[in-house]
């Protein structure tokens, strides 16, 4: 199956991720908070106008992350 | 004494428990250099004291913020060798597990407190503590904070038993054998700083990250990163994935052991929670609630505040007439009546507005709304450059600049943090307030356009909205020029939503109003004395002999283009310390003494023919736009630890407000006005 990025998700939209293309701290420390490879993660919101999505981790940890770093996360829909 | 450090996740109820461990023995100071608060306090139990370090709240100890970062650095810099307390989230276990086992692995004694317990019991997740504290090798308690249960059994533990360090965690990750020769090569330079104990878990994680390492100290952080850059592209040549090789192997550990150990239903989070989420974030609903939310904000800043204050204001002027009542006449009397009574008035009288302001913000912190007022307002405050966090630091500049700087820290990004930082002081704080008021009662004619839209009202949201647009604008250039550089990406947390304790919000409330008179009363204060003398001595016919009235004529010409005479030169000399030193100098000026009854110096300023609409909207507009807070520039110097943007700032705004006034009252007189 084709790989989509996170910032083509739709609100309720859930996948696993399979690659994280993005480098520098903020992906250091999205990995911590549990975003990394084979992790579920579900898209909850997006922000009006077009700003930050909100997604929900594995665990209880949902965070908003701009739509830009979005697209560096690719995955497979679940 | 034994020391012990409290670190934790954020919204994990760490700060319910340090206060539940301590009571009311605690001291909060600042760490050097930064306004983060270092809470400490002590845990009195039987006849042992021992002493408790609450640290910022931190996900991992790979900092991502200020705090964070002082997190990490304190467990290096100070000494933890007696214990660290991690505490975690019941309900959130897998994820409060990664920070606990990364400490585990810095090869430091550590006890795991598992919090709101009661929270999980309700959701029908069960943790078989027995088992969880075999698998991670360390000593675990339940507790529920909030209610208390189960401290005194921690307090005991705390009291009687040492801590060992445990086992380090890391070798039964199996991590990949080529990585973990990266890891020795790593260590290999590590090992003149940290004890072999610690080595691989600090090459595994700098191993798995591609930034500048800044909690390492030079010259060490440019070997690591040297070395490490040339094993990730070794590695990357290899085909061996290396970024996230922490995060990875560790959550996959993680994920075994709660499987073991932690029994939990499907569905995790609430469902409530959910509905409320998607009304807050809605996209007309989100922004009207928020837009609602600081209109009640306002509300409370300015009329129920004009209470206390006005209390507080009759309260001095009282104490001043009994003072020049019972002294003896002299200069006694005098610094005491008019210098150090108003000076002091002059700190507490912001006191009710500040209290208000962060008894609000504390409160939608502690429910968790904040985070969704900055997830709605991003987009908005992006076209600006600004990341949406940056909305709250300049709301709160409304009441006062100082809140305002301090809450810039949770910006992760310098550059925005710095750009918030500078165009804080534009918003209208509630020191212009009393300025405002009483020129546009004295000096705007109180006329009323189509029967309900007063002039004087009409006047005041301009000096608001001014302030706001050119807040705007300064941040809009500074992002192209200064501080150009894209901003790093940031993310939001969304903590779920809670009802916020009473006694935290007060508590907070009550820390953020004591720094307040300690950082910003003093130098009012003796700002004030000095004031008094300048415009006290050399004793004559009143100020104009004095030497504020000689330094005020000195001006005059520099000014006079503004359309200001000498007198407002001395209000503008008083002000430059603080801009509400104007209402009582002027007071002093116009020889009515006593600083607290503004209606007199009213009708003083109606009847001087010097004091024109126009004088008066030019006067209004450098008063938006000029620096005139000492207290602000202390804190700016305090928070980027340098002098260059204090400076930048006194600099840029002096210009703009002496700008704007000039074009102001010369682009009036043009008109005939």
Not at chain 2, 640 to 668: C, D, E, H, K
Request: hydrophobic residues 45%; charged residues 15%; aromatic residues 10%.
């Amino acid at each position: 199956m084709e790989l989509t990025s996170l910032s083509h998700l739709r609100p309720g939209d859930k996948g696993t991720v399979q690659t994280i293309n993005g480098t520098g701290l903020f992906f250091t420390r999205l990995r911590t908070l549990g975003l990394c490879e084979n992790s579920h993660v579900e898209l909850l919101r997006e922000a009006p106008f077009g700003g930050p999505l909100q997604i929900q981790l594995s665990g209880k940890n949902s965070i908003a992350v701009p739509r830009q770093e979005a697209g560096h996360i690719l995955l497979r829909r679940v | 004494m034994k020391t012990y450090f409290l670190i934790g996740n954020p919204n994990t109820g760490k700060s319910t428990l340090f206060n539940a461990l301590t009571g009311m023995n605690q001291k909060i100071a600042n760490y050097p250099g930064v306004t983060v608060e270092k809470k400490e306090g002590f845990l009195l139990h039987g006849r042992e004291k021992i002493k408790l370090i609450d640290l910022p709240g931190t996900y991992s100890l790979i900092p991502g913020s200020i705090d964070e970062e002082i997190a990490v650095t304190s467990l290096s810099t100070e000494d933890p060798s007696h214990g660290v307390i991690c505490i975690a989230d019941a309900t959130n276990l897998q994820q409060n597990l990664f920070l606990t086992t990364q400490i585990i692995d810095a090869g430091l004694p550590v006890i795991l407190i598992i919090n709101m317990i009661d929270e999980a019991e309700k959701q029908n997740l069960t943790i078989n503590r027995d088992l969880l504290s075999q698998e991670l090798g360390i000593p675990i308690f339940f507790t529920s904070a909030q209610k208390k249960h189960g401290i005194s059994t921690v307090k005991n533990f705390l009291t009687t038993d040492e801590l060992k360090a445990p086992k380090p965690l890391l070798p039964r990750f199996g991590v990949a054998p080529r990585i973990t020769s990266a890891l020795n090569e790593i260590a290999t330079l590590l090992s003149q700083e940290i004890g072999p104990s610690a080595q691989q878990a600090h090459a595994l994680r700098i191993l798995s990250r591609d930034d500048e390492l800044a909690d390492y100290k030079l010259p060490l952080r440019s070997r690591l990163i040297a070395k490490r850059t040339a094993l990730q592209q070794q590695l990357s040549h290899e085909g061996v994935l290396w970024n996230g090789c922490d995060s990875n192997v560790r959550h996959q550990w993680i994920d075994g052991i709660c499987r073991k150990t932690c029994a939990q239903p499907k569905t995790l989070h609430h469902r409530w929670q959910d509905k409320i989420d998607d009304v807050a974030t809605h996209k007309w609903w989100g922004p009207t609630i928020f837009i609602a939310i600081m209109g009640i904000l306002f509300q409370a800043l300015f009329r129920w505040s004009e209470y206390p204050m006005a209390a507080i204001e009759a309260m001095l002027s009282w104490m001043s007439q009994n003072a020049t009542a019972i002294l003896p006449p002299g200069p006694i009397a005098s610094l005491i009546a008019d210098g150090a009574i108003p000076g002091v008035g002059a700190v507490f009288l912001f006191i009710p507005q500040i209290a208000f302001l962060f008894f609000m913000i504390s409160l939608l912190e502690d429910t968790g709304y904040m985070s969704r007022a900055a997830f709605v307002m991003d987009r908005f405050m992006g076209k600006f450059g600004l990341p949406g966090k940056a909305f709250i630091p300049l709301i709160s500049s409304f009441a006062c600049a100082i809140p305002g700087i301090m809450a810039t820290r949770t910006i992760e990004s310098r550059r925005d943090r710095i750009v918030t930082m500078m165009i804080a002081p534009l918003m209208s704080c509630s020191a212009r307030l009393p300025v405002y008021t009483l020129l546009i009662a004295a000096c705007i004619p109180a006329i009323t356009f189509g029967g309900f839209i007063g002039l004087q009202g009409l006047i005041m949201w301009g000096l608001y909205t001014l302030g706001i647009v050119s807040a705007i604008t300064v941040a809009f250039i500074l992002k192209r020029t200064l501080l150009s550089t894209p901003s790093l990406p940031s993310f939001i947390e969304f903590p779920p939503y809670r009802l916020p304790q009473l006694s935290l919000v007060l508590k907070k409330t009550y820390e953020r109003v004591k720094l307040f008179i300690i950082n910003a009363g003093t130098i009012i204060f003796a700002l004030s004395i000095i004031l008094w003398f300048l415009t006290t001595y050399p004793r004559g016919d009143g100020i104009e002999s004095s030497f504020a009235g000689y330094l005020g004529k000195i001006i005059e010409p520099l000014i006079a283009p503004l359309g200001f005479d000498w007198k407002i030169g001395v209000g503008l000399i008083a002000s430059f310390a603080a801009r509400e030193v104007f209402v009582s100098t002027m007071a002093i000026i116009y020889k009515l003494g006593d600083a607290g009854t503004s209606d007199s110096l009213m009708q003083a300023l109606k009847h001087d023919a010097a004091f024109t609409p126009m004088v008066a909207i030019s006067l209004l507009v450098f008063y938006v736009l000029a620096c005139q807070c000492m207290s602000t520039v202390a804190v700016v110097k305090r928070e980027t630890n340098t002098w260059r943007w204090p400076i930048f700032m006194v600099g840029y705004m002096t210009s703009l407000a002496y700008i704007a006034a000039f074009v102001v009252y010369q682009g009036g007189r043009m008109f005939g006005w």
